[in-house]
C-alpha cells in the first residue's frame, strides 16, 4: 500500500470513530437524561452530565480530525496536525467543567437530600449505556491499533472512564433500591467527579506537551539513530531535534560525512538513511543537513541546558 493510500485509510478511520463517538455519547445523553429525570439519582444526572460533555468534545474531535488530515499548503506547510492536540485540550476542560459540576451538586445534597424513585428504569438505563461504551471502546481501540491519532486516543481513554463510571452509577443505583443506601448515590457521584479530573489533567498534560514541541521519547529516537548510524558512511550525527503534529513526525538531523566526498555522494548517503527512517514511520517528514566529519561549528546540541537522554 502506497504513502497516500496510507494516509487516505486513517483518515477514514479516524472519522469513522469520531463519527460513532457522536452518535454513541448522543443516544446515552438521551436516555440518561431521561432517565435521571424520572429517578431523581444524582450519580445518573452527573453520568448524563458527563455524556453531555462526551457530546461537544466529540463534536470537537471530529472537527479536529478532519481539519487536522488537510494536505499540506502555501501557509501551513508543517500541515494542520496540532488541531488534535488542541481538540484534547478542549476535552480535558469539558472533563474539569462536568467533574466540578458534580462535585457541586453532591455537596449541596449532603444538606439537601433528593428521595429517589424508579430504580429499575435507572438501573436498565446505565445497563443499556454499558452496552453502548462497550461496543464504541472496542470500535476505537482498533482505530487506535491502527493509526496513531491523539485525539481519538483521548476520546477513547474518556469513554473507558465513562465505562468504569457507568459500573459505578449502577452499582449505586442497585445499593439504593436493595439496601436503601441513599448515600450510595452522592458517594458514587463525588468519587467519579474525582476520577474525571485526574483523567482530565493526564489529556491536557500530552496536548500541552505536543503544542509546546516537545521531544519524541528516549525509545523512538534510539529507534532513529541506529537506522541512520547503521547506514554506511555516517560517521555522526548532532543537533538531532523532533515534534509531533498530529499523526506526522518531524525530524531533524545534521550528518556527519567524510569531508572529501563529493555533494553528490553525501546526498545519496544522506537518502539511504531518510528510507531507512520512512520504512519504520512512514508518516515521517525528514530533514537532513549533510557536514564534513569534525568540523568546528555552533551547534543546537551546545544550546541546550540540562541532561539529554541520547
Known amino acids: 500500500m502506497t504513502l497516500s493510500n496510507n494516509f487516505r485509510n486513517a483518515h477514514r478511520l479516524k472519522n469513522i470513530a469520531a463519527c460513532a463517538s457522536v452518535c454513541t455519547a448522543f443516544v446515552l445523553t438521551l436516555i440518561k437524561g431521561a432517565a435521571a429525570f424520572m429517578t431523581g439519582s444524582l450519580s445518573m444526572l452527573s453520568s448524563m452530565a458527563d455524556s453531555l460533555a462526551d457530546v461537544i468534545s466529540s463534536v470537537i474531535t471530529l472537527i479536529a480530525v ?42 449541596y445534597r449532603l444538606y439537601h437530600p433528593v428521595e429517589l424513585e424508579y430504580m429499575s428504569l435507572g438501573i436498565w438505563t446505565m445497563l443499556c449505556s454499558l452496552m453502548l461504551t462497550v461496543a464504541l471502546i472496542i470500535l476505537q481501540k482498533y482505530v487506535i491499533r491502527r493509526i496513531n491519532s491523539q485525539a481519538i486516543e483521548a476520546d477513547n481513554k474518556h469513554y473507558v472512564i465513562d465505562l468504569v463510571a457507568n459500573v459505578a452509577v449502577l452499582l449505586s443505583l442497585m445499593a439504593v433500591k436493595y439496601r436503601q443506601w ?21 489529556i491536557a498534560k500530552r496536548a500541552l506537551e505536543e503544542i509546546t514541541d516537545k521531544e519524541i521519547d528516549a525509545a523512538t529516537k534510539s529507534t532513529i539513530l541506529q537506522a541512520v548510524m547503521s547506514t554506511d558512511g555516517i560517521m555522526g550525527y548532532h543537533d538531532f531535534r523532533s515534534r509531533i503534529s498530529g499523526n ?39 530533514l537532513i543537513h549533510q557536514d564534513p566529519y569534525g568540523i568546528l561549528e555552533k551547534r543546537l546540541d551546545n544550546d541546550i541546558i540540562g541532561p539529554c537522554e541520547l
Open 66 to 107: 478532519t481539519y487536522a488530515d488537510k494536505p499540506l499548503t502555501c501557509d501551513h506547510r508543517y500541515g494542520y496536525g496540532k488541531a488534535e492536540a488542541l481538540s484534547a485540550l478542549l476535552q480535558a476542560a469539558f472533563i474539569s467543567g462536568s467533574a466540578c459540576f458534580i462535585l457541586y451538586d453532591a455537596t
Open 248 to 286: 506526522r513526525l518531524f525530524i531533524e538531523i545534521h550528518l556527519e560525512f567524510d569531508g572529501n566526498l563529493s555533494l553528490y555522494d553525501t546526498h545519496r548517503l544522506s537518502e539511504k538513511a531518510e528510507n531507512k527512517i520512512a520504512a519504520i514511520y512512514p508518516q515521517a517528514q525528514v
Open 182 to 202: 441513599q448515600w450510595a448515590d452522592m458517594a458514587t457521584a463525588a468519587m467519579v467527579s474525582i476520577y474525571l479530573l485526574l483523567t482530565a489533567q493526564k
